[in-house]
């Protein structure tokens, strides 16, 4: 069984003349792998998975499997606002030898805490892989409690949450609460260093597409019991996340990488375009690059 923890990366899906570039997907990969990051998960936000199609995803789970070679644990982001299609995309990509999911919480349909519980139950019932719940009400407009979210950890390949709620106090509530072995993931990079000094397990997180080890040695040296060691790192770190986040992402994120040399485009699908030319200079004073 996979350990969720450390910082596993949601990677973003190059594109180039409107089509995947495999090519610089495969790439990235190598890269990030010997960047030292503990996991990979493809077909997140991140990845721009609601502009893929079906073949693109199962082409982009084989690609990443291909390519990671057993070196690290792959969770696949599967998930919709509708329970049947979550559960035929899971069956679709059966076939496939990858760890676990990430599985985001309904959106735009809105469901209460009832549904929330439903919808997850079906999905684990439907599968032997390890679950990630994704909560992100940012993007969906529904927050899953933690009472729901701890009924959920009882079931036993329910194994963690990406917690992006973006409530610290619900944030630390959850980590008071967990059960024995329920990994909790931050997705809220701003929040890194202050969930990993309350116990978090670690994070899924799109900023560590920048400055990679610096993020891994935070959260080696917070491994360590090393707080101080964590905060200066932290400390260079604070200031260029919420550039990455300024507007939609990956936009900044594939502009910083286009910049850096790591992918042909910095090309996202419609209806995300471009980061606009004021963040793009910040960026690249950020980056130090002319």
């Not at 199609?53 to 499997?65: G, S």
């Not at 929040?191 to 116990?199: C, P, Q, V």
């Not at 400390?235 to 910049?259: D, G, H």
């Not at 790591?262 to 419609?270: D, G, I, K, Q, V």
Request: aromatic share 8%; glycine share 8%; proline share 6%.
């Amino acid at each position: 069984m996979s350990t969720l923890s450390g910082v596993w990366l949601p990677i973003v899906t190059p594109f180039h003349d409107g089509a995947v570039d495999f090519a610089s997907y495969e790439r990235l990969v190598e890269h990030y792998i010997g960047l030292g990051i503990s996991g990979i998960f493809p077909l997140g936000t991140t990845g721009e998975s609601p502009a893929l199609d079906d073949d693109e995803m199962a082409a982009i789970v084989e690609r990443t499997i291909g390519t990671v070679a057993g070196r690290l644990p792959i969770f696949v982001g599967i998930g919709s606002n509708s329970t049947a299609k979550t559960l035929k995309l899971l069956r679709r990509l059966d076939r496939y030898d990858f760890a676990g999911i990430v599985s985001v919480c309904p959106y735009y349909n809105r469901p209460g805490q009832d549904g929330l519980h439903e919808h997850f139950s079906r999905i684990a019932a439907a599968t032997d892989r390890q679950i990630a719940i994704y909560n992100i009400p940012y993007r969906t407009a529904v927050n899953l409690a933690n009472d729901t979210l701890l009924d959920l950890a009882q079931r036993a390949n329910i194994v963690g949450v990406k917690d992006s709620c973006g409530i610290l106090a619900q944030s630390l509530d959850l980590l008071r609460r967990r059960p024995p072995g329920f990994s909790v993931m931050t997705g809220e990079d701003n929040y890194f260093y202050t969930m990993l000094a309350h116990g978090a397990d670690g994070g899924i997180l799109a900023s560590a597409h920048l400055e990679t080890g610096s993020f891994v040695g935070l959260y080696e040296r917070m491994l360590a019991n090393d707080h101080r060691g964590a905060r200066r790192l932290w400390s260079q770190l604070e200031t260029l996340v919420p550039l990455l986040f300024r507007e939609a992402n990956p936009m900044p994120i594939k502009y910083c990488l286009w910049r850096q040399g790591l992918l042909r485009s910095p090309e996202c699908r419609l209806p995300l375009t471009r980061v606009s030319p004021d963040l793009a200079a910040e960026l690249d004073r950020a980056m130090d690059v002319d």
